[in-house]
């Protein structure tokens, strides 16, 4: 039994994030445990051709480690991977890592206040570290969803899920159908349609493509951001403040992001000459109900004469083809699934057992994912889960929202050390409140009110994943740690006492 003071499962941007923090700010009794072999979590897994980050890469990095050298200025994912990387080397986070770890689960131990989790690894075998708290960053999206389509475990040829690419494959002169229409695929798609021979586009909703502003930084820009004190900060300042502005109409005005509708259609005037096609790629729905995505080359991908929209729907796989439900068989020798990923019902919350002896996943099972400022939940003490509930975002950089939570999880473990706790866990009834309010914010929201089903919602329909406003709210909200929203347990001289 490995005994630390602090476990992180996660070694993507938030685990390496908060064991950042937690240097910084003297908690070096810390050890992540990542089932990879590499820290980057999404950004090591996605490596399908086209992978880049949909947020300008000045915001969508730490703000603890900028990086005047990004080549420009939507990042693709090597790029990226590298960043974190460097920053993982420089702040030496190897000599607390153990790679190729899965942690199989995590139970609270009410007796010790512990965290008991059990690893295996393929050389070592299966043992237990345990832990006075647990910092769950798996990500929620790590856990590829495959289509639940009838024959498609028997089909012959390649198929793989967009996060778990096969680079052994050449996709060449091949026949390749893509299911799913979403933030991956319509950057797959641009990539394979000029090398494949037919590409067969299996879209269930057609999604909302925006222009995207991508460019090179020039070598001037690189000289600014080294040299000149503040540019850099100015930058990534201008591109946040622009991004918070699309927040108000995702969450009170709808209406107000009408303009996006017309770049959107104009988007798809440019890219397909086509009419039929044009007609099958036009959302029926408000711009911002699903992630808005930024694009370029994916209509004229769709536009070229190799390439098919498939609307009417997949009824079910052969060995060598899919069928739709209008009774066509199409042949391919390729299926590439860009369906998303589990997010709200994601398998790790299977193996996350709170003080009653119920899984995240069975808590949750009742009404929904709910979380405390998306970080702490109500019957799992001591845990501390990053981008947990309501702390999804759909229109600005998610490393914006972990930095927000890493303030609260610093403050909350100086809160601790100070009072000498050993046991936190939130209330209820504050966890209660705080989604009540939440929940209220959304009712009047375009993911609520657009006319779309999206991964945001869960199965009984709730919005569980999402920051409903500005993000500078979230910051002020996990600015100080709250100690009254929470019961915690204090250790006194001769034994543990409730206060
Ligand atoms: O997944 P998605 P993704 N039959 O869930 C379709 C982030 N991300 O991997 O819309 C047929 O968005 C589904 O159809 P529908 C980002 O947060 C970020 O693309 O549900 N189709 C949809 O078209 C994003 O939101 C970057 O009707 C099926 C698609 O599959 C999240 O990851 C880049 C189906 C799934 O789209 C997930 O993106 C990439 C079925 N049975 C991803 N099931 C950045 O740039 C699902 N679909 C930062």
């Not at 389509?149 to 778990?164: L, N």
């Not at 540019?231 to 996006?260: F, M």
């Not at 052969?318 to 209008?326: L, M, N, R, S």
């Not at 601790?416 to 706790?421: F, G, K, S, V």
Request: hydrophobic share 35%; charged share 20%; with cysteine.
């Amino acid at each position: 039994m490995n005994d630390v003071k602090i476990a992180i499962v996660g070694a993507g941007f938030s685990g390496m994030g908060a064991a950042i923090k937690l240097q910084q700010n003297g908690f070096e009794d810390f050890l992540i445990l990542d089932r990879g072999s590499d820290f980057g979590g999404t950004w090591r897994d996605n490596t399908y051709p086209g992978a880049a980050c949909d947020v300008p890469s000045h915001l969508y990095s730490y703000s603890f480690e900028l990086n005047p050298n990004w080549s420009r200025s939507f990042s693709k994912q090597a790029e990226i991977h590298a960043y974190i990387n460097a920053v993982a080397e420089k702040n030496e986070l190897h000599r607390r890592t153990k790679f190729g770890v899965e942690v199989t689960n995590a139970v609270w131990n009410e007796t010790d206040n512990r965290w008991i989790v059990d690893i295996t690894h393929p050389e070592t075998g299966a043992s237990q570290v345990r832990a006075e708290i647990l910092i769950g960053a798996i990500g929620p999206l790590c856990e590829p969803r495959l289509p639940d389509v009838t024959g498609i475990a028997d089909f012959e040829g390649e198929i793989f899920h967009s996060a778990r690419w096969n680079h052994d494959v050449d996709l060449t002169g091949k026949r390749v159908a893509v299911i799913g229409t979403g933030a991956s695929a319509i950057q797959i798609i641009p990539e394979l349609a000029p090398k494949i021979g037919h590409m067969d586009v299996y879209q269930r909703t057609a999604p909302w493509v925006l222009p995207r502003a991508d460019r090179e930084y020039t070598g001037l820009e690189h000289w600014l951001f080294r040299n000149v004190p503040g540019v850099q900060r100015l930058s990534r300042t201008g591109i946040y403040l622009a991004h918070e502005l699309v927040s108000y109409g995702l969450t009170h005005r709808p209406n107000v992001l009408r303009p996006a509708h017309a770049a959107g259609k104009a988007n798809i005037r440019r890219g397909i000459s086509d009419a039929v096609k044009r007609d099958k790629v036009t959302p029926k729905f408000k711009v911002g109900c699903k992630r808005i995505l930024l694009s370029n080359t994916y209509y004229p991908a769709l536009g070229q004469d190799n390439v098919d929209v498939i609307t009417d729907g997949i009824d079910h796989v052969t060995p060598t083809g899919i069928v739709t439900k209008d009774g066509v068989t199409r042949e391919v020798d390729a299926i590439v699934v860009a369906t998303g990923f589990h997010v709200t019902d994601s398998p790790g919350f299977e193996h996350i057992v709170g003080k009653d002896g119920d899984s995240l996943a069975q808590s949750w099972a009742k009404s929904g994912m709910k979380a405390y400022k998306g970080s702490m939940i109500h019957g799992f003490p001591n845990l501390f889960l990053m981008v947990g509930p309501a702390t999804g975002l759909g229109h600005t950089s998610m490393v914006f929202m972990i930095e927000s939570q890493l303030n609260y999880l610093v403050d909350f473990l100086k809160t601790a050390q100070r009072n000498d706790i050993t046991r936190t866990e939130v209330r209820a009834e504050d966890e209660k409140v705080y989604n009540k309010s939440i929940q209220k914010t959304l009712s009047t929201s375009v993911w609520e009110n657009g006319g779309c089903a999206s991964w945001y919602k869960d199965e009984f329909g709730n919005i569980t994943t999402l920051w409903p406003g500005f993000t500078f709210n979230y910051r002020k909200a996990t600015k100080n740690f709250d100690i009254a929203a929470y019961d915690t347990t204090r250790v006194t001289a001769t034994a543990d006492a409730k206060s």
